[in-house]
């Protein structure tokens, strides 16, 4: 049996967080890919409180929540491979702080500015374009969030870099564009493009069509 185990969901933002931190650190480990419609008894017994993927399973035990998995392996194996997070206490709360608004703000912000209509969306749209201009001040100068490395910040920020862009594209709306936010958007190329992070993020294609059925479902459900 494999000392660590991932369930996880091919396109899910939050799995790829885990993957990609385990790649960096360069551990082993055995993928079991979960159905959202029919969750496994594995993921019900090792994340009862959220049944939700990420769930890391190491010498038996598991760890929920992507956040606190990243950290998990960090300080797990903390001597292998490139830090996750930085080693002085104020670097580490900031490198903390940033994921947090990501996944409390900037997520459901830009899920409903993506996915509503009318009203709904164009103040969710508005509140994106002043939580995206937050992290465009952020990263200014910088190569990545937390400086010349890929860090916990960076690959927290996966989402708006790959699978916001993806959403973007398919309901037609140009929110994060490199007008307004020059800095962010360097980031992202540089995100995108740098061949670690290329190998662990979903294929795009598969994406646009995971992203495109669920554009329909959302039409279709406020049609009934
Ligand atoms: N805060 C969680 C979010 C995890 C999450 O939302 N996972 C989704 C996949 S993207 C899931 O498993 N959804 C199943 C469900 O909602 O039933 C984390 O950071 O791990």
């Known amino acids: 049996m ?5 369930l996880g969901l091919w396109g899910s933002p939050f799995s790829r967080r885990v993957e990609m931190a385990l790649k960096l650190k360069g551990i082993e480990y055995e993928y079991f890919e979960e159905d959202k419609k029919n969750k496994s008894p594995l993921l ?9 993927v990420p769930v890391l399973v190491h010498k038996g035990k598991p760890i929920a929540e992507s956040l606190v998995i990243l950290e998990y392996i960090d300080d797990t194996w903390g001597d292998i ?16 702080f940033w994921p947090k608004f990501i996944d409390e703000m900037c997520i459901p912000t830009l899920r409903r500015a993506s996915w509503s209509e ?26 990545f969030f937390g400086g010349e490395t890929l860090g916990l910040v960076d690959i927290a920020a996966g989402f708006i870099a790959c699978w916001f862009g993806v959403m973007e594209e398919i309901v037609g709306t140009q929110i994060l564009n ?9 980031w992202i190329e ?3 493009n740098d061949n670690f992070v290329k190998q662990n993020l979903p294929p795009r294609d598969r994406l646009v069509g995971k992203y495109e059925a669920h554009y329909q479902a959302v039409k279709q459900a406020r049609a009934a």
């Open 190 to 192: 540089v995100f995108n």
């Open 44 to 52: 019900l017994k090792y994340n009862p409180v959220h049944k939700k």
């Open 81 to 96: 491979g490139p830090p996750i997070l930085p080693k002085t206490p104020y670097e580490r709360a900031m490198a903390r």
């Open 118 to 143: 009318g009203d709904e969306k164009e103040k969710a749209k508005n509140e994106a374009a002043t939580l995206l201009k937050i992290l465009d001040v952020e990263v200014k100068g910088k190569k």
């Open 2 to 6: 494999a000392e660590v185990k991932l």
């Open 178 to 186: 490199k007008d307004e936010f020059p800095n962010l958007c360097d």
